[in-house]
């Protein structure tokens, strides 16, 4: 197993390189970067739960089923969606990734753990802030140190702070999953004005969970306060940075698009920290082992967004021989607001919201919807459906990590989301009011 991990992380490792040369060079395929990525999920995939291997095995079979019913028609599939239909999201997870080696936590100091109503907003803009760069490990960075200091339990309050604290994040965050996911199923998508969209509404998921979980709105019993962590945000230099870099890399190089810029920072900003300020000569060492010890680590997410790629070749068949069938016949903000409701709705009932984006982009597609107006509600979809959820894999992550039912949060969540989605729906009217 040790030898299998080893190479599966040198491959995704390589991914990685192939991933940018393909968005650098467009000589240079993509399918290369897929090409790892399936090898080195063949050799991580015993390192799948049983309930993983199904799910994968499920919407794969359920793509390449839809790809024999194409071809019985006359379709010829789509090979390369196959190999690399998801390969920006694939590319961006791995290459985050390597921030893990330098993203020490803030606060880790001997100062007792803040307490009360100010200690909900440093601890929910700092999962906040911090997961919108290293995505979900900074739930269970702080979790576990929450857990440690302040408690045997995580409990209600802070388990919503830090779920809600980081899924907000994918309404805005160029970091996330979701963002690759809008980018790859809505081309041509604007993603400056997708950012300012959102940054309002994960404001606004942000206030009504510090509304929620403050002791005395929340009707809590007096001398029981919210326990946070002590987050000092002078340490989010390294968001920070990189962000910097990104969005300064892709002013000086526009053709080369956010996700590239992301794909080559993080795994380079790494790279110099441990050099530069942490390792010294050690830290190619300490890079190194990383890739072949801990690249791995995302094999369940390596997995899913490859089957869903199948999935969504699949679907791509089969629509294909719908005769040119759409629900719409246009894509504007009332058919925007439909299509978010099914999104949420879809993930309410078990269907990560990666799969409905996948499926809902590819069936859309020969309309040419609005590519910005897609992109933003599938971020939407995504920032409201992982709370929504009861299988996501952030529940499920955190039913693993502290005991939490993932039907616990579906039920903390009753109000919060009809709230967003409301919300939401009036965002994407003002973006298409504004736009046009």
Partial sequence: MPHRNAVAGILLAAMVVMTVLAGIDRHVSVLWAGALAWAAAALLWRRLRRQQRHQARWLAGIGVLGMLIGAIGGARPNLSLVVAGNQSLIGLLTAVAFLKLVATVPGEGEEPPPRGQGAVWRTLLGVHLFGAVINMSSVFLLGDRMVNRGGRRLGRRRALVLSRGFATGAFWSPFFAAMAAAV??????????????????????????????????????????????????????????????????????????????????????????????????????????????????????????????????????????????????????????????????????????????????????????EPTLLAATFTMGWAIGVPAGPLSGLHLAMQGRYGISPYAFQRWNGRYIPQLLLASIIALHLQAWIRH
């Avoid at 942000?206 to 946070?228: C, H, K, M, S, Y």
């Avoid at 269907?351 to 309309?367: F, N, Q, S, Y």
């Fill in 184 to 369: 790859t199923y809505a081309p041509g998508a604007q993603v400056p004005i997708v950012v300012l969209t959102g940054l309002p509404l994960a404001a606004f998921g942000l206030w009504l969970t510090a509304r929620e979980v403050d002791e005395q709105r929340a009707g809590n019993a007096p001398g029981a306060p919210f326990i946070g962590y002590p987050m000092r945000f002078s340490t989010l230099w390294l968001p920070c940075l990189l962000v910097t870099l990104v969005l300064v890399g892709h002013t000086l190089l526009p053709q080369w698009s956010i996700l590239t810029w992301i794909c080559l920072g993080a795994p380079l900003l790494t790279l110099l920290v441990l050099l530069l300020l942490r390792k010294g000569r050690g830290g190619p060492v300490q890079f190194g082992h990383y890739i072949t010890q801990r690249l791995g680590d995302g094999a369940s997410e390596l997995t899913l967004f490859l089957a869903a790629g199948v999935l969504a070749a699949g679907i791509a068949s089969v629509l294909s021989l719908a005769a040119g069938y759409l629900p719409f016949t246009e894509f504007g903000p009332a058919q925007a607001s439909m299509l978010l409701l099914v999104i949420v709705g879809a993930a309410f009932v078990g269907v990560h919201p990666v799969i409905a984006v996948t499926v809902c982009g590819t069936w859309l597609a020969p309309l040419h919807p």
